[in-house]
């Protein structure tokens, strides 16, 4: 057990639809990070935030967008859902200092786009 | 363009035979490079940072370095229990963005 949470696990919905992933990162973490795998893609850096700030971005798509609440969770929307949007969704966490290069992955929200 | 490659894709080994993992890079500047451990239908799990060409860091069977083109994860007599997919990925210190390899997935063998 990482000390990341993630919810849901499991989350089906359709096409054109909205939703809301959440995570918790680990107690006294300030950084969160996005990532989305699939099979034939991998695993893809979204999105980072440090205490609330957007800190870095990677291929994140404009129907998608995320933000990091004050007590230090973070959420990612993803909107007007394709299939091709069915993936594992992770979010990982890093301590500051020295030490925040090392990232702890939660479990994953796994999204079915039918 | 940033690019990390991993191989081989994959991996069969008896218990016992070492073997090294591949991860080449090419980016604009290299802030750190990761190595993770990921098994079946969870999160990856860190194993180690490298920052400069010449660096290795290990943990019990494992080993990890790094040249200025691609870092090595050696495994030493590994067991059924080191299976799992090994990714790599790179931070860049143009953007900070973070790169992943596909993977490699090493099975061992009893």
């Known amino acids: 057990d990482s000390g990341v949470t993630q919810t849901p696990k499991h989350l089906i919905t359709a096409t054109g639809q909205r939703v809301t992933l959440r995570c918790s990162p680990r107690s006294g973490d300030l950084s969160v990070y996005w990532y989305q795998q699939s099979l034939d893609q991998g695993l893809q850096f979204l999105i980072q935030y440090y205490n609330g700030e957007e800190r870095a971005k990677g291929n994140i798509l404009e129907r998608f967008s995320a933000q990091q609440f004050p007590d230090l969770h973070s959420e990612l929307n993803l909107s007007s859902l394709e299939l091709g949007d069915s993936a594992l969704y992770f979010c990982a966490s890093s301590p500051p200092g020295t030490t925040q290069e090392t990232q702890y992955f939660g479990p994953g929200t796994r999204l079915l786009v039918l | 363009e940033d690019q990390v490659t991993q191989s081989p894709e994959a991996l069969r080994l008896q218990e016992g035979e070492s073997s090294s993992l591949n991860c080449s890079y090419t980016?604009?500047?290299?802030?750190?490079l990761f190595w993770y451990r990921q098994d079946p239908g969870k999160g990856p799990e860190f194993l180690f940072t490298?920052?400069?060409a010449g660096e290795e860091k290990e943990k019990e069977r494992l080993k990890a370095t790094l040249t200025k083109k691609e870092s090595f994860l050696h495994i030493t007599a590994p067991k059924p229990e080191d299976s799992a997919t090994y990714l790599c990925?790179?931070?860049?210190?143009?953007?900070?963005?973070?790169?992943f390899g596909k993977g490699t997935r090493l099975h061992i063998l009893p």
């Open positions: 980016v604009s500047g290299l802030r750190g």
């Open positions: 490298l920052y400069s």
């Open positions: 990925a790179v931070r860049t210190n143009r953007d900070d963005k973070i790169i």
